[in-house]
Nanobody, 114 residues
Framework: MQLVESGGGLVQAGGSLRLSCAASGSIFSILTMGWHRQAPGKQRELVALITSGGITNYADSVKGRFTISRDNAKNTAYLQMNSLKPEDTAVYYC?????????WGQGTQVTVSS
């Protein structure tokens, strides 16, 4: 199974971006989909996740600004990012937990200018 992210880019502080993560190939039963990010010189951190039942969880730093959602029929997850801050600058990775293992996307760069 492959995960392909899209939607990253350059945006000014206060702006918005929407990331998408589409699963393709041999798609196994996806239990959880999530977004992680890694800024230069920092460890990768969980940003948000959503279960197959729609339960969500967010990092404190993005609560109230980011919204994760998924379309189970399309095997796609989304991350709507509003009120972006320069500290949100990072490579954002999609990840999924399936019945046959965990998978990661290749990452998409998000850069927020001040």
């Amino acid at each position: 199974m492959q995960l392909v992210e899209s939607g990253g880019g350059l945006v000014q502080a206060g702006g918005s971006l929407r990331l998408s993560c589409a699963a393709s190939g041999s798609i196994f039963s996806i239990l959880t989909m999530g977004w992680h990010r890694q800024a230069p010189g920092k460890q990768r951190e969980l940003v948000a996740l959503i279960t197959s039942g729609g339960i969500t969880n967010y990092a404190d730093s993005v609560k109230g600004r980011f919204t994760i959602s998924r379309d189970n029929a399309k095997n796609t997850a989304y991350l709507q990012m509003n009120s972006l801050k320069p500290e949100d600058t990072a490579v954002y990775y999609c990840a999924s937990v399936t019945t046959r293992g965990n998978y990661w996307g290749q990452g998409t760069q998000v850069t927020v200018s001040s």
